[in-house]
């Protein structure tokens, strides 16, 4: 039974704790409905699975051999086994089925079990208020690594001592340098070497935008710089023309004297 609770619930396990007590609560509630549904139709003196091992007992049964001891109520039998003298019974056929079986086992029980019934309940916004200030929400921290899902076996699921378990070396988180972690599942804070180291790493960009002033352009400075460097650029680029002109002017000359 609590095995099929555990494997029932874990789909609402992941939900805030009051949507998932309400999951729990309407599945408790569907689940002892169609329970005392199947004892409404049910016609047997114990209940099912009971029966189902019972019917099995009985085909297996072949192998005892009854022997009636004639009493006046015709009740009274030694029953055997057909190859061992050493398994044999009493029977008595007027002492009924329940008596044989556990009551833990009769439909009476299976009745009682599935008599009490969940009160329904109203919704959130018919609720009382109380007028007091409502609580806060803690303040969230996103942990390292995928939730967890799995319930923790630890407590309830022994475990053989004797069995040697898998050595790991330990890990060392590489953020905070503690033991037992590492950075994916750190929630810890950067260790005082890393934080100076941090610190150093991020000086530099400061240092740059701290440089003296000297060094530094004002914007028309610079708008002058790139108007000085375009006109360069446009006097390189005409001389390069004339250049590639005059070479072009002596070859047209010299075909012109091989023609001749
Ligand atoms: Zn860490």
Redesign the pocket.
Known sequence: MSEQFNAAIVKYRARPIINMLEEIRLYLMRKMNYSRNQIARYRGPITPTAQSKLEIAKRDSHKWHALWVEDPELARFQVQHIYSNNHQHVVDLKMSTKKHVNPCYSKETWERIYAPYITPLRGEDQWIKSGAEPVKAPRFAKG?GRPKKKRSKANDVPQNPYKSKRKYKEIQ??????KG???K????TISNDKQRKKARTDTSPQNASALPSKTRLTGEELQCAHLSMLCLCKFKLLIFVVLVLLNFARNVTIDVSAFG
């Open positions: 390292g988180c590489g953020r905070c340098s503690e972690h590492n950075v599942r750190c929630n810890g």
